[in-house]
């Protein structure tokens, strides 16, 4: 079974504090992903990273920055939290290539700022 | 035009009931499909690829209709279980990079 897993499953935060939220996956894949999910406003990607080093900003990547050193490790570092902030962060991992890849995603960390 | 949209829900069933859910997809380079369910504050989780011949997995049945870009999910004998939010998924071109999700439709079985 795929395995992704996420540092922590509630996190609570100060307004402009640095945030750091971890992925790793088992399974060797080359695709990961963060997604925020709001009420109302569904999945929207923030960052995706197709190798070791490499990063392409998604649909609402301010006030977000990611890193990659390891393949198995994708994380999500938030420079300056805000209360916007406050959500539900998904991480999610794929195999890249042609043919039917699908997406696995880690417990969520739901993130609160105050 | 958002590029996945599904019926709006909510959906509240009887057990036992069958219930059809609906999914639309405008990007025609879309190469591969997918239902999601997500529990209340959970993470989604792959309930079903969607080929192009049609599959079935036990009481789930999925269909894609590339000409139409139209895919749908059908759930016979609903149990309180399947209570959850289902979510369409497109995969965009090739190397798994670009998934696109629909709104979701919340399903409720009642007893």
């Known amino acids: 079974d795929v395995k992704v897993t996420q540092s922590s499953r509630y996190l609570v935060k100060r307004t402009g504090e640095k945030v750091f939220l971890e992925c790793v996956q088992d399974m060797d894949h080359e695709n990961m992903f963060w997604y925020r999910q709001d009420p109302g406003l569904g999945l929207r990607l923030i960052y995706f990273?197709?190798?070791?080093?490499?990063?392409e900003k998604g649909d609402i990547p301010e006030g977000y920055s990611v890193s990659r050193e390891k393949k198995e490790r994708f994380s999500l570092i938030l420079e300056s939290a805000s209360t916007n902030q406050t959500s539900m962060y998904l991480c999610a991992s794929s195999f890249a290539g042609t043919g039917y890849y699908e997406q696995y995603f880690g417990p969520g960390t739901r993130l609160t700022v105050t | 035009r958002k590029e996945v949209e599904q019926d709006p829900g909510p959906f509240n069933v009887p057990e036992g009931a069958t219930v059809a859910f609906n999914c639309t997809y405008s990007n025609s380079a879309s190469q591969s499909f997918f239902w999601y369910r997500q529990d209340c504050r959970k993470e989604p989780k792959l309930l079903m690829s969607?080929?192009?011949s049609g599959n079935e997995d036990g009481r789930f049945t999925a269909q894609l209709n590339r000409a139409s870009q139209y895919i749908s999910l059908l759930i016979r004998d609903s149990k309180l279980s399947d209570s959850a939010t289902y979510l369409c998924?497109?995969?965009?071109?090739?190397?798994?990079?670009?998934?696109?999700f629909g709104p979701g439709t919340r399903l409720s079985v009642l007893p």
């Open positions: 990273s197709y190798d070791v080093k490499m990063k």
């Open positions: 969607v080929y192009s």
């Open positions: 998924v497109v995969n965009i071109g090739n190397y798994g990079q670009n998934f696109v």
